[in-house]
């Protein structure tokens, strides 16, 4: 690979980056939103009781159950589908550098790469592998 070639491939590679980055975070705002305006349409009115602590519903605390919620549609589930996704979007972004390191044949930062990515798969379903 040339120097010129060089500059190109790790400057596309950037905005690829970006791009992920961006409409990662953006359409999660959007998700999240939307789940909003879902929630306080139903349960805007509301009164909460603040006497006794209840805490996340169980169907919200797995991947399973946040999908069954969002397509129900209720409100939470939409709001923690757009977390997950943002949550995703990180994850997402050293998957394609693993991709795009890999594919210019630069073997330390792929390896590095896949590295982070265990260690965030690891941090994010911790012991239940």
């Given amino acids: 690979m040339t120097p010129e070639s060089n500059d190109l491939a790790v400057e596309k590679m950037d905005i690829v980056v970006g791009n992920l980055l961006r409409a990662g975070v953006v359409l ?49 589930g939409i709001i923690q589908l757009g977390l997950l996704l943002l949550i995703a979007t990180p994850v997402a972004r050293v998957a394609y550098l693993i991709y795009a390191f890999a594919r210019q044949r630069d073997r330390l930062y792929a390896l590095v790469a896949l590295t982070v990515l265990l260690l965030l798969v690891y941090g994010l379903v911790g012991d239940r592998v």
């Fill in 28 to 76: 999660s705002g959007a998700i999240v939103f939307i789940g909003a305006i879902v929630y306080l349409a139903r349960h805007g009115m509301e009164m909460p009781s603040y006497h006794a602590f209840r805490g996340e519903p169980y169907d919200l605390r797995t991947v399973r159950g946040i999908l069954a919620d969002a397509f129900a549609p209720r409100g939470r």
